[in-house]
């Protein structure tokens, strides 16, 4: 039987970045993957047999948040083959119209084509770009430390994050108006600032993706997304986001970390209260002297792969709390892949090749946003009229497909339960093989109003229903955050209270990923940060005066303003 210092269950962006951490702090790590590749949501794969030279990514593709993090740079990802690519623009949005929204990564050159439909939003724009801006910098500090380190926490403030704090919150009034902005919905802060449906629709889209509607009360975060577009701007690792799992492999073989993949870890060991090692679909045992970690969301670990009378006697109401209290919506993706013998043409909108750099957003009003999540939240799929999230990802990388051809990556959001269909399709969701081809038929469809081209150029494509995306990464109902990002399981709280600092009540048991501190998208927060509270608890000396002497180093950094 072999044995390791940490186990890792689960080889996603999150697993690999923590067990980078760890490895470079001395650790034997192994990590047990169930595919038969790493990377989890963040792949990039041949996916259609017939066309191997077309490469596609399979789910995240716009990387922002880890911009905002220091994986990149302390992990030193360049050397291990990581590039990565701006886009610029970031975003462009046709209306059926023949008006657009094109925003690049400059605020002035964006405010410059708003003005055109309005001067006022123009204007607007910008304060509120600055507002998220100020807000992000504020806060970037709680994502890059585990919620409950106040030194860690505290660490990451340099001037320029203080002060931006204080704008925010720096008298009574502000902190209250503060909160106040952080209990509305995305929807109200944008009918505050805009008055153009040009300008709100896109900024709606982007807001949602946090998994809920627009009008979703206490996530005004989401507006966000935007501003993150142009600081620190929006980019795509060379090769795919495949790229980025690529490096993260190489960096942690490099240091002498296993990974292992087709290796389903079925139990965790338990002996005495205490996580000592896992089981996979084998049979084969490995043993953990100082940690079994997981990759994946705590409802997973504690309800399917720990005997219940082992949880019960860490924390007797966890296995009710994490299958009761835990949200998890209705919502996933049903995701389209095309291969294409030219790029897409936006014949309606005075197409220029510069507005397939970034994400294209079929958005035509926050009602059109409203309801591509309200349906899915109750079964109904939006396809009668569908909104979606384009990338045309050759544009700014060519190097995906064969010289002079594209692929196409569409994100529609679908729900993973198919209202009146329970018990048929796959795992009863009501997802079949013909079902998911007529609905990307209509999203396809819609695209080609905007684009006709879609449908001549494209010479095979790859469809994923919600079920099989949930099986495909094993995520409780396909949620590709693994549990929602609602404000109340965030932060502290996500997944809930109890377990929100990556430690869980069984000894030497601990969580990443996703369903972690800060939660989804691809930033390698949680499992940097979960590597800080395994190597805090291993060496607590040491780490608190590390952690103190970052914090002293930030302070007197900021006292002189350097
Ligand atoms: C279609 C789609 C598009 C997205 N687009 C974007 C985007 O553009 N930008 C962005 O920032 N984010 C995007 N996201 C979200 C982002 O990809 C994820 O939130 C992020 O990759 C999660 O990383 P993770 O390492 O925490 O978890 P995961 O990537 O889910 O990794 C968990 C790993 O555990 C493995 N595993 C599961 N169960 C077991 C088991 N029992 N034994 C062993 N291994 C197991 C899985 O196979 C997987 O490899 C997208 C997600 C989807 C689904």
Redesign the pocket.
């Known amino acids: 039987m072999s044995t390791y210092d940490a186990i890792i269950?689960?080889?996603?962006?999150?697993?690999?970045t923590c067990a980078a951490y760890l490895l470079k702090a001395g650790y034997k790590v192994l990590l047990?993957?169930?595919?038969s590749v790493?990377?989890?949501?963040?792949t990039t794969e041949a996916i259609i047999p017939e066309l191997p030279e077309f490469k596609f990514?399979?789910?995240?593709?716009?990387?922002?948040?880890?911009h905002l993090g220091p994986v990149v740079e302390e992990l030193e990802l360049t050397k291990y083959g990581l590039e990565y690519l701006y886009c610029d623009p970031v975003v462009f949005c046709p209306n059926p119209d023949g008006r657009y929204f094109l925003a690049h990564q400059s605020v002035e050159k964006t405010c410059a084509g708003i003005a055109q439909y309005s001067d006022r939003d123009a204007r607007k724009y910008a304060e509120f770009v600055d507002l998220w801006q100020r807000t992000i910098n504020a806060m970037t500090p709680i994502f890059n430390a585990p919620p409950k380190s106040i030194i860690d926490i505290a660490g990451n403030y340099d001037f320029k994050k203080v002060k931006d704090l204080l704008s925010m919150v720096g008298s009574t009034n502000k902190a209250l108006d503060f909160v106040r902005t952080m209990l509305s919905s995305a929807e109200d802060i944008l009918h505050e600032y805009f008055d153009t449906e040009i300008v709100k629709a896109p900024l709606a889209r982007l807001a949602a993706?946090m998994g809920v509607p627009p009008s979703q009360k206490n996530l005004a975060i989401g507006a966000m997304m935007m501003a993150m577009r142009h600081h620190p701007g929006m980019a795509r690792p060379k090769g795919g986001?495949g790229a980025l799992t690529a490096a993260l492999v190489k960096l942690v073989q490099s240091l002498g970390g296993e990974i292992l993949t087709e290796?389903?870890?079925?139990q965790i060991l338990i002996d005495d209260g205490r996580a000592v090692g896992v089981r996979?679909a084998s049979g084969q045992e490995y043993r953990a002297k100082h940690g079994v970690i997981s990759?994946?969301d705590a409802r997973?670990v504690f309800l399917?792969?720990i005997d219940p009378n082992d949880v019960d006697s860490a924390d007797e109401h966890l296995r009710e709390r994490l299958d009761r209290r835990i949200v998890n919506n209705n919502e996933?993706?049903l995701?389209i892949d095309l291969a294409m013998t030219e790029p897409l043409k936006f014949i309606h909108h005075d197409h220029k090749d510069e507005y397939l750099i970034g994400s294209i957003l079929i958005a035509d009003s926050v009602k059109h946003v409203e309801i591509a999540h309200t349906d899915p939240a109750i079964g109904r799929i939006p396809d009668a009229d569908p909104s979606m999230y384009i990338v045309q990802p050759t544009m700014l990388d060519p190097s995906m497909a064969p010289d002079g051809c594209h692929t196409v990556w569409i994100?529609f959001f679908a729900p993973y339960q198919v209202e009146n269909a329970e018990g048929t399709g796959l795992n009863g969701t009501g997802w079949t093989d013909e079902l998911k081809n007529k609905v990307a038929d209509r999203v396809v469809n819609k695209l080609a109003d905007y684009a006709p081209n879609v449908k001549t150029a494209t010479i095979a494509r790859a469809v994923e229903s919600p079920a099989e995306?949930g099986e495909?990464?094993?995520?409780y109902k396909?949620n590709?955050?693994?549990i929602d990002m609602t404000l109340e399981q965030m932060v502290f709280f996500r997944p809930l209270p109890e377990i929100a600092n990556y430690k869980t009540p069984i000894d030497n048991l601990y969580l990443?990923?996703?369903?972690t501190h800060p939660?989804?998208?691809?930033?390698g927060m949680?499992?940097r940060n979960c590597a800080r509270v395994f190597l805090h608890a291993r060496q607590p000396f040491l780490q608190t005066f590390r952690d103190a002497g970052k914090s002293a180093k930030s302070v007197f950094e900021g006292i002189f303003n350097k």
């Open positions: 269950i689960g080889a996603g962006h999150n697993g690999l047990l993957e169930k595919r790493p990377g989890g949501a963040a990514n399979r789910c995240a593709i716009d990387h922002e948040f880890i993706e986001t290796q389903m870890v079925k996979v990759n994946i997973r399917q792969l996933t993706i995701k994100e995306l495909r990464l094993g995520s396909g590709y955050y693994h990443t990923g996703a369903g939660g989804g998208s691809i930033s949680p499992g």
